[in-house]
């Protein structure tokens, strides 16, 4: 009986581990495996080829990594006559006769340069007349490595040999890693990460804005629910209703309507305006002007879920405790200080760490308000992934180093998450069974 | 507390501060549908004509965007698909965890309180790439699924709320009397959690509604955009701020929300205890 019970859970279970397995657990796992490597637009997620393009030359020639007799024979296009070189000449439609010309004088020649290529090629009996097609038939035979693709290591090892360019083993590694246009493992990401003060100031910014928008959720939550508490029916209702509002409205709508209000051609310019200010866009004015938006836009929102969670611990309190503090004669804020706050601490604890985590991963009202404005000042760690990885203005998508950024949430989010499970007594929700137990 | 006059404290004041506190919020809903109907001149906050034009979009498309009702519908099917699949899959999951004993509960029931913590930021960069590669991306099935997967762990903790309060006297009863598990669930609870399920419903089809990351990253595409990426796009594309236009479709938008919570309202709060926005 016991196992078939057993059964009977996990197949109830089956649709929804399927779900999380598919949608949860590969997600984190691939997460975690792009977290190490470049991938990205650039790379693309399948393999890649092996190119050479001055662009890289350039690079090693500015990094010294080597020396400049090899940087010159990797940019130089020598001219070889042979066999494929001849039979590629055929195909593009050159003459026979001036192909087999060249075939039996110059075969298994190398030229340094197109210059002595046409100086021997001159000397031909059956050549193109016209300089501008000789110099064109030279291109046939150039061997040239760069701006070509290599589809395997191989080929491209090959091309450089037969390019002249002869390679130690460590300077080759260098030059083919440099070549490869697919992506590799690496844990740059995380170097890269740690050591760009960029990532300190997004996660400052990360800190700045969980904490002042945490504080503004708690303590209004807490303003509005004691308020409400005490105001008449009909009040409370009516501002309880107010401010689940912006809770309940499409965050589309509610940003829109905080751009409206705070744009320079919106609410507050055109009242400001009355008294002779210049319109001024609030959003996206000035960085202090900006964060005070930003933590506005959130705190409202927030606020009304302290004020649910807080009012019905309130409402909970027995009436009778209020009525004799009363009959003591103790005025409003002695109640709240003595009675009613004591009895919201698990509330506002649970508050607290929910709206943390929710803070830390969420990114929604900031992309469609500041999109991280003016210049990057109120952009948050999650916003900053999903800018890298996801959508930016360059087209470079790097879903390594998004992903990086993303690991390092996850990571916090599951350690605060463990840590909240021991906190709120896991023990306590995980009633045992009554039947067959 | 809230009706007697107590000797020791007067209500004004408090309605005064609340109501300041307030106007941010009022001031935009109030104004949310006053411009919709209304044209007012630069610098001046009273509308001097009242006018149709800015619901033109109901009947006018603009060339290069898609039709409002095809975003609709878009977003119609979007969400209420996703309901049904985050109902059907809680409604089991939900039951095992709160009643079956079953190997691992423990185990299945932490893990559901930490995916419920997940940042969405962390899957969306592996699934966008993986719809990229099954060919999904684009495509409304495919941001269905992941949307309904992200809402799973909410929906099987709050159905495990509803199914921990169905008295046990009832299951008991039903196998005294030789009914199997599955024949307990289906007949006798089933019905004493509609309520439940009910509220979970109403609860993700709002969700669904307004979700505005996931159909972004996922279903950028006109042909596809839901009312949500429709608006936003337009509020980016847009360089004169026709706010009255953006309001217009907005309040469309918002119509059926603000229905939909009166009609629910205290099946909702239930669930808006729980919380589900930072």
Same mark, same amino acid.
């Given at each position: 009986?016991?196992?078939?019970?057993?059964?009977?859970?996990?197949?109830?279970?089956?649709?929804?581990?399927?779900?999380?397995?598919?949608?949860?657990?590969?997600?984190?796992?691939?997460?975690?495996?792009?977290?190490?490597?470049?991938?990205?637009?650039?790379?693309?997620?399948?393999?890649?080829?092996?190119?050479?393009?001055?662009?890289?030359?350039?690079?090693?020639?500015?990094?010294?990594?080597?020396?400049?007799?090899?940087?010159?024979?990797?940019?130089?296009?020598?001219?070889?006559?042979?066999?494929?070189?001849?039979?590629?000449?055929?195909?593009?439609?050159?003459?026979?006769?001036?192909?087999?010309?060249?075939?039996?004088?110059?075969?298994?020649?190398?030229?340094?340069?197109?210059?002595?290529?046409?100086?021997?090629?001159?000397?031909?009996?059956?050549?193109?007349?016209?300089?501008?097609?000789?110099?064109?038939?030279?291109?046939?035979?150039?061997?040239?490595?760069?701006?070509?693709?290599?589809?395997?290591?191989?080929?491209?090892?090959?091309?450089?040999?037969?390019?002249?360019?002869?390679?130690?083993?460590?300077?080759?590694?260098?030059?083919?890693?440099?070549?490869?246009?697919?992506?590799?493992?690496?844990?740059?990401?995380?170097?890269?990460?740690?050591?760009?003060?960029?990532?300190?100031?997004?996660?400052?910014?990360?800190?700045?804005?969980?904490?002042?928008?945490?504080?503004?959720?708690?303590?209004?939550?807490?303003?509005?629910?004691?308020?409400?508490?005490?105001?008449?029916?009909?009040?409370?209702?009516?501002?309880?209703?107010?401010?689940? %509002? $912006?809770?309940?409205?499409? #965050?589309? &709508?509610?940003?829109?309507?905080?751009?409206? !209000?705070?744009?320079? @051609?919106? /609410?507050?310019?055109?009242?400001?305006?009355?008294?002779?200010?210049?319109?001024?866009?609030?959003?996206?004015?000035?960085?202090?002007?900006?964060?005070?938006?930003?933590?506005?836009?959130?705190?409202?929102?927030?606020?009304?879920?302290?004020?649910?969670?807080?009012?019905?611990?309130?409402?909970?309190?027995?009436?009778?405790?209020?009525?004799?503090?009363?009959?003591?004669?103790?005025?409003?804020?002695?109640?709240?200080?003595?009675?009613? %706050? $004591?009895?919201?601490?698990? #509330?506002? &604890?649970?508050?607290?760490?929910?709206?943390? !985590?929710?803070?830390? @991963?969420? /990114?929604?009202?900031?992309?469609?308000?500041?999109?991280?404005?003016?210049?990057?000042?109120?952009?948050?760690?999650?916003?900053?992934?999903?800018?890298?990885?996801?959508?930016?203005?360059?087209?470079?998508?790097?879903?390594?180093?998004?992903?990086?950024?993303?690991?390092?949430?996850?990571?916090?989010?599951?350690?605060?998450?463990?840590?909240?499970?021991?906190?709120?007594?896991?023990?306590?929700?995980?009633?045992?069974?009554?039947?067959?137990? | 507390?809230?009706?007697?006059?107590?000797?020791?404290?007067?209500?004004?004041?408090?309605?005064?501060?609340?109501?300041?506190?307030?106007?941010?919020?009022?001031?935009?809903?109030?104004?949310?549908?006053?411009?919709?109907?209304?044209?007012?001149?630069?610098?001046?906050?009273?509308?001097?004509?009242?006018?149709?034009?800015?619901?033109?979009?109901?009947?006018?498309?603009?060339?290069?965007?898609?039709?409002?009702?095809?975003?609709?519908?878009?977003?119609?099917?979007?969400?209420?698909?996703?309901?049904?699949?985050?109902?059907?899959?809680?409604?089991?999951?939900?039951?095992?965890?709160?009643?079956?004993?079953?190997?691992?509960?423990?185990?299945?029931?932490?893990?559901?309180?930490?995916?419920?913590?997940?940042?969405?930021?962390?899957?969306?960069?592996?699934?966008?790439?993986?719809?990229?590669?099954?060919?999904?991306?684009?495509?409304?099935?495919?941001?269905?699924?992941?949307?309904?997967?992200?809402?799973?762990?909410?929906?099987?903790?709050?159905?495990?709320?509803?199914?921990?309060?169905?008295?046990?006297?009832?299951?008991?009863?039903?196998?005294?009397?030789?009914?199997?598990?599955?024949?307990?669930?289906?007949?006798?609870?089933?019905?004493?959690?509609?309520?439940?399920?009910?509220?979970?419903?109403?609860?993700?089809?709002?969700?669904?509604?307004?979700?505005?990351?996931?159909?972004?990253?996922?279903?950028?595409?006109?042909?596809?955009?839901?009312?949500?990426?429709?608006?936003?796009?337009?509020?980016?594309?847009?360089?004169?701020?026709?706010?009255?236009?953006?309001?217009?479709?907005?309040?469309?938008?918002?119509?059926?929300?603000?229905?939909?919570?009166?009609?629910?309202?205290?099946?909702?709060?239930?669930?808006?205890?729980?919380?589900?926005?930072?």
């Amino acid at each position: 009986m016991r196992q078939r019970i057993g059964l009977l859970g996990l197949g109830f279970m089956a649709p929804a581990m399927i779900m999380v397995v598919v949608f949860f657990l590969i997600p984190v796992i691939m997460t975690a495996f792009f977290a190490f490597t470049n991938m990205g637009t650039a790379t693309g997620v399948s393999g890649g080829e092996y190119l050479l393009t001055p662009k890289i030359i350039k690079q090693f020639e500015a990094n010294q990594t080597l020396d400049e007799k090899v940087i010159t024979a990797l940019g130089s296009s020598s001219y070889i006559v042979n066999k494929t070189n001849l039979a590629r000449a055929k195909e593009a439609g050159l003459k026979s006769k001036y192909l087999g010309e060249i075939d039996k004088k110059l075969h298994g020649k190398t030229f340094a340069s197109r210059r002595q290529f046409e100086r021997a090629l001159k000397k031909l009996k059956s050549r193109p007349r016209n300089t501008r097609a000789l110099i064109k038939s030279t291109a046939h035979f150039s061997n040239s490595v760069l701006n070509t693709r290599y589809e395997t290591l191989g080929d491209f090892k090959t091309a450089l040999s037969n390019n002249g360019a002869i390679l130690a083993e460590p300077q080759l590694k260098i030059v083919t890693q440099a070549s490869y246009t697919g992506w590799i493992w690496t844990t740059d990401n995380f170097t890269t990460m740690f050591s760009k003060p960029d990532t300190w100031f997004v996660a400052v910014n990360t800190l700045v804005y969980v904490v002042l928008v945490l504080a503004f959720n708690i303590f209004f939550g807490l303003f509005l629910s004691l308020t409400t508490f005490y105001l008449p029916t009909g009040q409370s209702v009516f501002f309880r209703a107010i401010w689940l %509002l $912006p809770r309940i409205s499409p #965050p589309v &709508l509610y940003v829109l309507l905080w751009k409206w !209000l705070t744009w320079d @051609t919106g /609410f507050i310019s055109t009242v400001l305006g009355w008294f002779g200010m210049a319109p001024y866009n609030f959003m996206l004015g000035s960085v202090e002007s900006a964060w005070t938006v930003v933590i506005l836009i959130n705190g409202f929102v927030g606020a009304s879920l302290g004020m649910i969670l807080f009012s019905s611990a309130i409402q909970a309190i027995p009436t009778s405790i209020l009525y004799a503090s009363e009959v003591d004669g103790a005025n409003r804020w002695q109640q709240i200080r003595y009675i009613i %706050l $004591p009895q919201l601490r698990w #509330p506002i &604890l649970f508050t607290t760490s929910y709206t943390t !985590l929710s803070l830390l @991963t969420s /990114f929604e009202y900031i992309l469609l308000s500041t999109r991280g404005g003016p210049g990057g000042t109120t952009n948050v760690w999650a916003l900053e992934a999903y800018f890298t990885a996801l959508n930016n203005y360059s087209g470079n998508l790097q879903y390594g180093y998004g992903a990086a950024m993303a690991l390092v949430l996850v990571t916090i989010g599951i350690s605060v998450s463990l840590l909240y499970l021991r906190l709120f007594k896991f023990d306590d929700l995980v009633t045992r069974p009554r039947i067959e137990s | 507390m809230s009706n007697e006059n107590s000797r020791n404290f007067k209500s004004w004041p408090v309605t005064i501060i609340l109501t300041v506190f307030s106007l941010p919020i009022l001031v935009m809903y109030l104004y949310l549908v006053v411009d919709t109907f209304t044209n007012t001149e630069p610098g001046s906050l009273i509308p001097n004509e009242f006018t149709f034009e800015h619901w033109r979009f109901l009947w006018e498309t603009e060339p290069g965007r898609v039709s409002i009702w095809t975003a609709t519908l878009n977003t119609l099917i979007f969400a209420s698909v996703m309901t049904a699949l985050v109902l059907s899959v809680s409604l089991t999951a939900g039951y095992a965890l709160s009643r079956l004993n079953m190997p691992y509960r423990r185990f299945f029931l932490g893990g559901v309180l930490t995916l419920h913590a997940f940042p969405t930021v962390t899957l969306v960069i592996a699934l966008f790439i993986v719809l990229q590669m099954v060919g999904l991306y684009n495509t409304l099935i495919g941001v269905i699924f992941i949307k309904a997967a992200l809402m799973l762990p909410f929906g099987i903790w709050v159905m495990k709320g509803f199914y921990d309060t169905v008295p046990w006297e009832i299951e008991m009863a039903g196998v005294q009397d030789g009914a199997s598990r599955f024949m307990v669930w289906h007949k006798l609870v089933l019905p004493q959690i509609k309520p439940g399920l009910i509220a979970l419903g109403v609860f993700s089809f709002l969700e669904g509604w307004s979700e505005y990351v996931l159909p972004q990253i996922f279903t950028p595409d006109a042909d596809v955009q839901v009312l949500s990426v429709y608006l936003a796009s337009l509020i980016a594309d847009d360089q004169n701020f026709d706010f009255n236009l953006f309001k217009s479709i907005g309040l469309f938008y918002i119509m059926p929300v603000i229905v939909l919570y009166l009609l629910f309202q205290n099946k909702l709060m239930n669930i808006y205890g729980g919380g589900s926005k930072g």
